[in-house]
């Protein structure tokens, strides 16, 4: 990514959190909430993030109480994401004025003491991280938080097997799951078209010579968490909606809606089979729609909660 595209990125994590916030599965959290165990100053919860980004998950972590004790590791390939929540470990507001910062250069790892555990970020490829042993059985959580969707299932959830201890918990949240509805309709036979070939695209996706992603992790999660002995103990809609209300968005869902917009834009662009002029004046009366408060979005996604099992 350009310095450009990562910090308009940046600017649309931002704007994401308040859109998932709104649309996580609060059944799902309460249950994550009341599975895990007592934590205390000495025995915090050992937890680690994948795809972890700006850290939207672990100020929600904060900000919802889910634990007061825990040493929290974020895993990202992206080093300026991380620099954003190295920045923000920085602030007086998130540590306690006796905090300190530790930093390993050779392993790109940048650790912040708090009154309560630690914070560390790691830049890593998150297979690189699964794969080693170091990690192995070292967690009591670990949470992938709209990733799950970016990566091939079983690979991952075999390398999560791997790094959570026995009788520890997945929270694995914002799966999509294969339907997205924009209101008003638009041209609708030729939108149908587009989300096709958009979720053909999730299919047949690959980085760095592996699959990346399918169009319906969601519902493909319930037989693969299955097939690797990790009982669901609790799952839940958390679809996305975004609406106008009289008019006008809220905070920064008229940005967040651009995006996915250009987003789908960008990705069908390559698409020989899509008319591109149809599509040029599709992506000009969608923006149209949100730069005049009138475009509703609703996607669906699923929130899981499961255990590793001792098998």
Same mark, same amino acid.
């Given at each position: 990514?350009?310095?450009?595209?990562?910090?308009?990125?940046?600017?649309?994590?931002?704007?994401?959190?308040?859109?998932?916030?709104?649309?996580?599965?609060?059944?799902?959290?309460? =249950?994550?909430?009341?599975?895990?165990?007592?934590?205390?100053?000495?025995?915090?919860?050992?937890?680690?993030?994948?795809?972890?980004?700006?850290?939207?998950?672990?100020?929600?972590?904060?900000?919802?109480?889910?634990?007061?004790?825990?040493?929290?590791?974020?895993?990202?390939?992206?080093?300026?994401?991380?620099?954003?929540?190295?920045?923000?470990?920085?602030?007086?507001?998130?540590?306690?004025?006796?905090?300190?910062?530790?930093?390993?250069?050779?392993?790109?790892?940048?650790?912040?003491?708090?009154?309560?555990?630690?914070?560390?970020?790691?830049? $890593?490829?998150?297979?690189?991280?699964?794969?080693?042993?170091?990690?192995?059985?070292?967690?009591?959580?670990? /949470?992938?938080? $709209?990733?799950?969707?970016?990566?091939?299932?079983?690979?991952?959830? $075999? &390398?999560?097997?791997?790094?959570?201890?026995?009788?520890?918990?997945?929270?694995? =949240?914002?799966?999509? %799951?294969?339907?997205?509805?924009?209101?008003?309709?638009?041209?609708?036979?030729?939108?149908?078209?587009?989300?096709?070939?958009?979720?053909?695209?999730?299919?047949?996706? !690959?980085?760095?010579?592996?699959?990346?992603?399918?169009?319906?992790?969601?519902?493909?999660?319930? %037989?693969?968490?299955?097939?690797?002995?990790?009982? /669901?103990?609790?799952?839940? =809609? =958390?679809?996305?909606?975004?609406?106008?209300?009289?008019?006008?968005?809220?905070?920064?869902?008229?940005?967040?809606?651009?995006?996915?917009?250009?987003?789908?834009?960008?990705?069908?662009?390559?698409?020989?089979?899509?008319?591109?002029?149809?599509?040029?004046?599709?992506?000009?009366?969608?923006? !149209?729609?949100?730069?005049? &408060?009138?475009?509703?979005?609703?996607?669906?996604?699923?929130?899981?909660? $499961? !255990?590793?099992?001792?098998?």
């Amino acid at each position: 990514m350009t310095l450009r595209e990562t910090d308009r990125y940046i600017a649309y994590l931002k704007a994401k959190k308040s859109v998932d916030d709104r649309a996580l599965n609060r059944h799902v959290w309460q =249950s994550l909430r009341t599975a895990l165990p007592a934590a205390n100053r000495r025995e915090p919860i050992r937890a680690v993030e994948l795809g972890a980004g700006t850290g939207a998950m672990l100020d929600r972590i904060r900000q919802w109480e889910l634990t007061e004790y825990f040493d929290y590791t974020m895993v990202d390939i992206n080093p300026d994401y991380l620099a954003a929540r190295v920045s923000a470990e920085r602030q007086p507001s998130l540590t306690a004025p006796s905090s300190a910062a530790s930093r390993k250069d050779n392993d790109a790892r940048v650790s912040f003491e708090h009154e309560h555990g630690t914070v560390t970020t790691v830049c $890593a490829d998150l297979h690189d991280f699964l794969d080693d042993p170091a990690n192995r059985r070292q967690f009591r959580l670990a /949470i992938a938080h $709209a990733v799950m969707d970016l990566v091939d299932i079983d690979t991952v959830l $075999a &390398g999560l097997r791997r790094i959570v201890r026995a009788g520890g918990l997945l929270y694995l =949240s914002l799966n999509y %799951d294969g339907w997205t509805c924009l209101l008003p309709p638009v041209d609708s036979p030729f939108e149908k078209i587009i989300f096709d070939r958009y979720h053909r695209s999730m299919d047949r996706r !690959t980085a760095g010579g592996r699959p990346a992603g399918a169009s319906r992790t969601g519902r493909l999660l319930f %037989d693969g968490l299955e097939r690797h002995q990790m009982p /669901i103990l609790a799952a839940g =809609s =958390s679809d996305w909606i975004v609406c106008p209300r009289h008019g006008r968005y809220g905070e920064d869902d008229a940005f967040f809606l651009k995006i996915i917009i250009q987003t789908i834009h960008r990705q069908l662009r390559q698409d020989a089979k899509i008319d591109q002029n149809r599509l040029s004046r599709w992506v000009s009366e969608r923006t !149209t729609q949100i730069e005049t &408060g009138r475009l509703t979005l609703i996607a669906r996604n699923f929130d899981f909660l $499961a !255990t590793v099992s001792n098998v």
